[in-house]
């Protein structure tokens, strides 16, 4: 059998994501998370946007008690106070190895650069320079990479496998609350006592950068409040 220190080529890896995606579609989080960390060890990391620390939660559940899991947030110069505050108290309380990572450019140099706002005029150019390019290199220590993506929360998400292939990263990508619906997260939260970003609590549904958030309003979709008035509805990591 092959272990989680062996190489494996990128046909051997998508195959692996293949039959995991059909195996473990009807399995629990923690069950695809320990699947992850059986197989993939420390070349394994999950990513979060900070919005809340539920899958580095269950993955540190996962994880044997004599590792940590590798939980890497994207520092794009553009959070909000509050996102960066729970970064520092995910890292100080839980369990996990948080790495951070930011893009080549400062914000002060981008606008030097690119002029200022660039995310205002061309966001997907600022979210491939600040989100896409800082993630594909971080990612290059690992073969897989779990992410909090969820069926429910926008049509675009609807059809997220448990786990598949990441083509464009050549990775095993995992979404192990891909299945869950809000009410699920929130009774994770209300059980484990799991951090979350304040802003959930201040009219945010979902938290990105801030000049390209906003609260929502009674009704709408969770992720109406990201680039509000534009089509784009994802930075670029998942599609």
């Known amino acids: 059998m092959t272990t989680a220190q062996e190489e494996r080529t990128d046909e051997d890896l998508k195959e692996l994501a293949?039959?995991?995606?059909?195996?473990?579609?009807?399995?629990?989080?923690?069950?695809?998370?320990?699947?992850?960390?059986?197989?993939?060890?420390?070349?394994?990391?999950?990513?979060?946007?900070?919005e809340d620390a539920v899958v580095a939660h269950l993955a540190?559940?996962?994880?044997?008690?004599?590792?940590?899991?590798?939980?890497?947030?994207?520092?794009?110069?553009?959070?909000?106070?509050?996102?960066?505050g729970t970064r520092d108290a995910v890292e100080a309380v839980m369990d996990v190895r948080v790495i951070t990572l930011t893009p080549r450019q400062?914000?002060?140099?981008?606008?030097?650069?690119?002029?200022?706002?660039?995310?205002?005029?061309d966001p997907d150019l600022c979210c491939a320079l600040r989100k896409v390019k800082p993630l594909e290199e971080g990612l290059t220590a690992y073969?897989?990479?779990a992410?909090?993506?969820?069926?429910?929360e926008s049509p675009t998400r609807a059809d997220t496998p448990v786990v598949g292939w990441d083509e464009k990263r050549r990775k095993v990508k995992i979404s192990p609350?891909?299945?869950?619906?809000?009410?699920?997260?929130?009774?994770?939260?209300?059980?484990?006592?799991?951090?979350?970003?304040p802003l959930l609590t201040d009219g945010y549904a979902s938290v990105g950068c801030a000049p390209c958030t906003r609260r929502v309003l009674e009704g709408?979709?969770?992720?109406?409040?990201?680039?509000?008035?534009?089509?784009?509805?994802?930075?670029?990591l998942h599609g």
């Open 18 to 50: 293949e039959r995991a995606g059909r195996d473990l579609e009807d399995a629990s989080a923690l069950e695809i998370l320990r699947w992850a960390a059986d197989t993939f060890g420390g070349r394994f990391c999950v990513t979060s946007s900070m």
């Open 60 to 84: 540190s559940r996962a994880f044997p008690d004599d590792s940590r899991v590798d939980v890497v947030f994207l520092d794009t110069g553009y959070h909000f106070p509050e996102t960066i």
């Open 106 to 121: 400062t914000v002060a140099e981008q606008d030097a650069e690119h002029g200022p706002a660039l995310h205002d005029r």
């Open 143 to 145: 073969d897989a990479w």
């Open 147 to 152: 992410t909090g993506l969820r069926r429910d």
């Open 177 to 197: 609350i891909a299945r869950w619906t809000q009410d699920d997260v929130d009774a994770y939260v209300a059980e484990h006592g799991v951090l979350t970003n």
């Open 220 to 236: 709408e979709d969770a992720r109406a409040g990201r680039w509000a008035g534009r089509s784009k509805t994802e930075c670029g």
